[in-house]
Structures are given as C-alpha cells and as structure tokens.
C-alpha cells in the first residue's frame, strides 16, 4: 500500500522552500502526497499566495482557514488555536503516515501539536538553528522534540538537535533547499522581470525585506522608518520592497512601507514576489537588505551582498558576503556604503555558501522512503544523552 505523507504550508517563503520537496515527493510510486494550507496563503491582505500553488500545478488537499485581522500577541494566540482545532479535525479524517514541516513560525508549532497528539510521526525541516532576536527560536526547538526525522541545514545545526536529546540516527543534515532554489531555478530575463513587476529596472536596484523583531516590544515601527530614511537618500538607486509576514507589527511595516511608496517614484512594494520572481529579482539586484533568511541563504549562492540589520537572524551561520549591523539610521547607512561599494560586491561573487550543495531535495525524499518504507519509525523516543555517550 502506498504511504500518505501530508506537507504544510503556511507562508509564502516557506512554500517556495517546500516546493522542490513536494515535487520530489510526488515523483515516487510509493507515496500519496497531500498538500494542506493555511495562514496567510489564504488572506487578501498578504497576497492570496496559495494560487502560486495551484500555479505550480500542485494540487490542494485542504485549506484551513486559522489568520485573524490583528496585529498583536492576543490575535496570534488565537490563530494558534484556531490552527488546532483546524489540523485535529483534518488529521482525524486522514490515514496520515507522515507529516513534513519545515520552519518556525508559531502556525507550524499548532499544527506539530495536533499531529504529535494524533500519533502521526513528524518530519522537521531546518531545526538547531538560531535567530536570537525572534520567539521563532523557542518555537523552532519545541517543533523539534515534537518531531521524529530531523532534518538540518548544516552539521553545526545537527549537532545542535542531537544536543537537544534527539538520535543521531534520526537527525541528517542536508544543506538548504533554498540554496537549491537558487542554484537550480529557471530565472527570468531583466525583461521578463520587468514586465512580471510592471517596473521598469532601469536603473541599479536593491530588494527589501524587512520583518518584526518579535522578541522586543513595539520596535517594528522606529526600525522600518530608520530604514526607509536610508533608503531615501538613494535617488539613483531603485527598491524592491517585499512586504512583511503575519508576525506581531508586520501589518506597521507594511503601512510604513505604502506610504514610502506613495511619496518616491524609485519604489515599489509588493505583497508576495512568488520564488521565481523573486529570485529572479536578486539575479540582477545590487544587494539584498533588511533581516529575512533569504539574505544569509540564497543571496550567497547568488553571489549578491547581504545587508541584515537588527537581531531577527542573530546567531545563525553566515557567509562572509553578509554585512551586519544595528537597526539604527548611522549603521544601516555604513553598512549600505560597504555592501554597495565595488570591492564587497566582487567578494560577494567568490564568496562559499556554507548552507549545502544544491541537492537537499534528493537527500530528504530517500531518508523519508527509507524510514517508511523500511518500517524505522517507532514512536517510543528515547531522550539521547550526549554527556553519556558522546557524538
């Protein structure tokens, strides 16, 4: 009998990483893949991302309606809870043999719970990390021991969910699909681009990422105005703007940056680029700014420079084409002066990724087979004491 494996996804970014795995999936005869989304994929305020999914021709098993309106730490709770009941009912009318996560986010961590309460092993995607700025951290670890397969960027990371108390036979590291992405996806001309964003790229631009810290109080708005007063003063340069997720004070970037749009013609911000928009855009692009993952992953690859203000990525592994520096107007604009400046940018094209090969996609979908296939998974964990036995 085939195996059903259901995959998750929440956001757009994550999707995009999600992707080559799903397809990947669906390439072997011994699995029936499912597809369910959630959160922002299903708001008009974020982009309706979930039609980038029908785009793609991956079909959609369901769609669990869990985001509401607000913009606080109340209303994210509450679509946590609205995530619970949603996914139990979903997995309570599934024979689910195995579920693939992949992140962070506070969506993710209901959904593991419903899945670990139903007895359904869980296979996690990016664990070990750090981003000390972000409750996205704390989230990260509880997915982790609520998961059985683990899968990591880099060895420093695997290392790291052995030392949370998880077999090293169930942790694998196997570099970032987003280095995959950027390696592997077909990307489009400038003036394919062009057209997509209805922007003319006439002139050098830079694309802009910008996300609430969650982990310090009300931040989100000094932060972003300190930014866009930098961005300001760049009158030759154009700006891509992708707006922010549906964290706690995404909705005060996002209104910052409209305004910022309305009143400087070299800007243009958009809800959801899609993955090959939107790697397409750092192709051609100056540098990438502002505190996303793409810009410590796929902008290395890509050979651009990073600018990550603020502590949103603090703690995770980086490449030396990533300029860091504080959320404050006289750092964002040294560090704008440095990634821009010729000589950081030849470095940025020489520089090593230390997120993989390019290959992450072959490497899950045979652990997955393997442990399905072969009947490894036995739900009884046993918590690995590293101080015991070593690694």
Request: overall charge positive.
């Amino acid at each position: 009998m085939k195996k059903n494996i259901c995959v998750v996804t929440a956001t757009r970014a994550e999707y995009g990483l999600l992707k080559p795995i799903v397809r990947r999936l669906k390439m072997e005869p011994e699995f029936n893949v499912d597809v369910a989304v959630t959160g922002a994929h299903l708001s008009p305020e974020f982009g309706l991302t979930y039609r980038e999914i029908e785009n793609n021709g991956i079909e959609i098993d369901e769609k669990v309606e869990i985001l509401l309106s607000g913009d606080t730490a109340v209303s994210v709770t509450k679509s946590m809870g609205l995530a619970l009941i949603g996914f139990a009912d979903y997995f309570a009318r599934k024979k689910t043999d195995l579920l693939i996560l992949l992140g962070d986010r506070y969506e993710t961590l209901a959904v593991a719970i419903a899945a670990f309460n139903q007895r359904i092993p869980i296979a996690h995607l990016y664990g070990g990390e750090a981003t000390e700025g972000a409750l996205d951290d704390a989230i990260r670890h509880a997915v982790t021991k609520l998961s059985y397969l683990h899968f990591t960027s880099t060895e420093t990371y695997r290392r790291r969910v052995i030392q949370l108390g998880e077999a090293p036979e169930r942790v694998f590291c196997v570099g970032a699909v987003g280095v995959e992405n950027a390696l592997n996806t077909k990307l489009l001309s400038r003036e394919e681009l062009e057209k997509i964003l209805d922007f003319p790229l006439d002139k050098p631009y830079i694309v802009v990422t910008f996300h609430p810290v969650t982990l310090e109080e009300q931040t989100a708005e000094k932060q972003i105005k300190a930014l866009l007063n930098v961005c300001r003063e760049y009158k030759d340069l154009k700006f891509i703007f992708t707006k922010a997720n549906a964290d706690e004070g995404g909705r005060v970037i996002n209104h910052a940056i409209e305004q910022f749009v309305k009143e400087n013609s070299n800007v243009k911000a958009y809800d959801s680029l899609g993955n090959v928009c939107y790697l397409s855009a750092l192709k051609y692009c100056m540098a990438v700014v502002g505190n996303s993952s793409s810009g410590l992953i796929e902008a290395p690859s890509i050979g651009i420079p990073t600018v990550n203000i603020g502590d949103r990525q603090k703690g995770r592994i980086q490449a030396t084409s990533v300029v860091n520096c504080k959320p404050e107007e006289t750092d964002i604009r040294k560090a704008f002066a440095l990634a821009l400046s010729r000589e950081f940018r030849e470095k940025a094209q020489k520089v090593l990724n230390p997120y993989g090969d390019g290959r992450t996609s072959d490497k899950v979908v045979g652990i997955v087979k393997d442990f399905l296939i072969n009947k490894k998974i036995n739900l009884k964990k046993k918590f690995y004491d590293i101080h015991m036995r070593g690694f």
